[in-house]
C-alpha cells in the first residue's frame, strides 16, 4: 500500500538557521511527490513537486526538497528560516486509481515553529 | 479571487441533523476532490469527481454521505444523520487534467457537531 511518514510532529528552528522536515514515502512504481503548507485558517497550499528529473526541487518561498531514491525520502529544507514559515507541513504522494486518474495520500504533518 | 471557493467556512450543528457544504472549484478544472482533515491528521480522501462523474468513494464515505457534482462546476457534499464522529474540516481541490497531479485546495469547512 501507498503511505506517506512524517516522523517529527514539530520542528523548532531559530530564524535564519536552516531547516529540514523530513518525509519518507512508500510506493509502487515511481513516486509522484508533494509538499503542501497549510497556515492557520488557511487551506492547504502547493509548494513543490517531485516527479522526474532533478533530484533538488525549489519551489515556493524559498524551499526546496531532495528527492532520494535509495532512503525513500523527500525531505523539505530552506537555507534560512523566517518566523512567517511557522506552519504546518504535509508531505504527499500521489497514487493512481485503474481509470488512471489520481488521489493524494498524506503524511500526518509536521508543525514547524519558527523561533525569533 | 479565482480559487477554489468553499461555503461556509464553519458550520456547527446538533448530532442528528443533516448538513450540507458546497465547493467552487477553479473554472475550467475537470477534477474535484474532497478530504477530510481531523486534528492532528492529514487530508484523508473521500471522493472524486471527473466532469460530472463520480468515479471513486473511499470506505471513509458511509451511507450517510453523498456527494454530487450535477453540472461538472461546483459540488455539495451532504451529510445525513449527523455524528459526533463527523466533526472535522472538509477540504475541497481541484485540478485540472494535466498539470501533473496539482490540486488546489479550498480554505476549507470546519464542522463541528454537538
Known amino acids: 500500500a501507498q503511505s506517506v511518514a512524517q516522523p517529527e510532529d514539530q520542528v523548532n528552528v531559530a530564524e535564519g538557521n536552516p531547516l529540514t522536515v523530513k518525509c519518507t514515502y512508500s510506493?509502487?512504481?515511481?513516486?509522484?511527490l508533494f509538499w503542501y503548507v497549510q497556515y492557520p485558517n488557511r487551506g492547504l497550499q502547493f509548494l513543490l513537486k517531485?516527479?522526474?528529473?532533478?533530484?533538488l526541487v525549489k519551489g515556493s518561498y524559498g524551499f526546496e526538497a531532495e528527492f532520494n531514491k535509495s532512503q525513500t525520502s523527500f525531505h523539505l529544507k530552506k537555507p534560512s528560516a523566517l518566523v512567517s514559515d511557522s506552519a504546518l507541513y504535509f508531505c504527499?504522494?500521489?497514487?493512481?486509481?485503474?481509470?488512471?486518474?489520481?488521489?493524494?495520500?498524506f503524511g500526518a504533518g509536521t508543525r514547524l515553529a519558527v523561533h525569533p | 479571487d479565482t480559487g477554489v471557493s468553499q461555503n461556509p467556512r464553519h458550520k456547527i450543528t446538533k448530532r442528528g441533523q443533516n448538513v450540507t457544504f458546497r465547493c467552487d472549484p477553479i473554472?475550467?478544472?475537470?477534477?474535484l476532490y474532497w478530504y477530510r482533515q481531523t486534528l492532528g491528521q492529514g487530508p484523508e480522501f473521500l471522493t472524486y469527481?471527473?466532469?460530472?462523474?463520480?468515479?471513486?468513494k473511499s470506505r471513509l464515505l458511509s451511507d450517510r454521505f453523498s456527494a454530487e457534482r450535477p453540472k461538472g462546476s461546483f459540488s455539495t457534499l451532504e451529510i445525513q444523520r449527523t455524528e459526533q464522529g463527523d466533526s472535522a474540516m472538509y477540504l475541497c481541490?481541484?485540478?485540472?487534467?494535466?498539470?501533473?497531479?496539482?490540486?488546489?485546495f479550498g480554505q476549507g469547512t470546519r464542522l463541528t457537531v454537538v
Open positions: 517531485y516527479i522526474t528529473g532533478d533530484n
Open positions: 473554472s475550467e478544472h475537470n477534477r
Open positions: 481541490a481541484s485540478s485540472p487534467v494535466i498539470g501533473q497531479g496539482v490540486a488546489f
Open positions: 504527499a504522494v500521489r497514487t493512481m486509481f485503474s481509470g488512471g486518474y489520481n488521489k493524494l495520500i
Open positions: 469527481f471527473q466532469n460530472e462523474a463520480q468515479l471513486e
Open positions: 510506493v509502487s512504481g515511481n513516486p509522484y
